[in-house]
């Protein structure tokens, strides 16, 4: 089968932020996402907003950017939409928003589908698993002008999945469970069949036949249901980042976006002049992708060929200095330097660690702290906690 890549301009930039409602006396989630939208529909132009819309929950809306050519803009954009799904909770009166990978403590048994087909598929196939999904992400997409780039690039941004994960990484807690994970969403995502990292593949053809196959077996409809971590999106002719967890601030947002758009432009100049781009091993970038999820910050991962290991969070520095020219370039230099504040100051999963200590464990008061984040920003951080060694 043949499937067509759109045309995109070189370098520009999309983000998805999914969000989650919750109960703002309890903490509890709170599925009333059908009517907020109703309410954001009613004053569209059009049947339904043009950004905003639903997810597999009703607790959870998703604010989906335009395209543009920098980071700051990308950010501008999806806030505003936070600002106008906010305006609509805080008349409602009885909610609050926060974004993380998970929910602290609600229960999957406790939450509704919403009414679409898809999602009524991808139930009755998955069950218990599909009905666990109560995770929230950030999506990154990054334009690529020439198919023949998107997989080499694809197979290049795989090197630097622990290095997101690790930067984004906020679901340490699962229906009231401290798990000792850093982001237990990471592992949780990929039970579901086409999700996780990709399979190696040669080239578009190869791609178009792995599509093919899934298609013919009755895996998937289309090519939108491959669900992995990184993966092309032909409708929009981007790479797409999927392997962030959800995050409640504009600057980790702005940190995220900035961090995937320089390592596509970066990875795209150097094609461009002939070279080639560090692929690692699928064992490796397994081992990786577990070490993220596990330690976070304090993960040691492997970054060459050879089987080098050292700290992410100390490649993540010598990663800013590398991408800085990249970063003056794109006109998010700015953006990129975000990334010192979240491991100066903790990821979200740390600080939330922190907040549940200083809690003597009562989650309720993460989430008033994911709340308060959403709404006020990165706060000073007197400390940080990690998951159990």
Known sequence: MSIE????????????????????????????????????????TGEHHPFITSELLTNTVELVSDVHTTVAATVADIEGQLAEVRAVIDELGDYELICSGSHPFS????????????????????????????????????????????????????????????????????????TGYASNRALMFQQLPTAG??????????????????????????????????????????????????????????????????LVEWMSTRLDEGGTLTVLQPWYLRENKWRAARYGMDAEVITDVAGTERPVADDLRELLITLAPVAERLGCAAELQQVRAVLDGGAS????????????????????????????????????????G
């Open 107 to 178: 229960q999957w048994y406790h939450q509704q589908l919403t009414d679409k087909a898809r999602y009524h598929k991808l139930i009755e196939r998955t069950r218990w698993w599909g009905r666990n999904m109560m995770i929230w992400g950030v999506h990154v997409h990054v334009g690529i002008e020439d198919r023949a780039k998107a997989l080499p690039i694809l197979d290049g941004m795989l090197s630097y999945v622990p290095h997101l994960q690790a930067l984004s990484a906020s679901s340490p807690f699962w229906a009231g469970v401290e």
């Open 5 to 44: 890549f759109a045309q995109s301009a070189r370098s520009t930039v999309g983000m998805e932020w999914e969000i989650a409602i919750v109960d703002r006396a309890t903490g509890e989630l709170a599925s009333v996402a059908d009517r907020v939208l109703e309410v954001l529909d009613a004053g569209s």
């Open 197 to 262: 990292l990709p399979y190696p593949l040669a080239d578009w053809a190869a791609y178009e036949r792995y599509v093919d196959d899934l298609i013919r077996t009755g895996v998937i409809e289309d090519h939108s249901e491959v669900r992995w971590d990184i993966r092309p999106s032909p409708r929009w002719g981007t790479v797409e980042v999927r392997v962030c967890d959800g995050v409640s601030t504009a600057t980790e947002i702005g940190a995220i976006g900035a961090l995937v758009q320089c």
């Open 349 to 388: 999963y740390q600080r939330q660690l922190q907040v549940a200590h200083d809690a003597d464990g009562d989650l309720t008061a993460v989430v008033a702290h994911l709340a308060r984040e959403l709404r006020e920003g990165l706060p000073p951080i007197r400390g940080t906690a990690s998951p159990a």
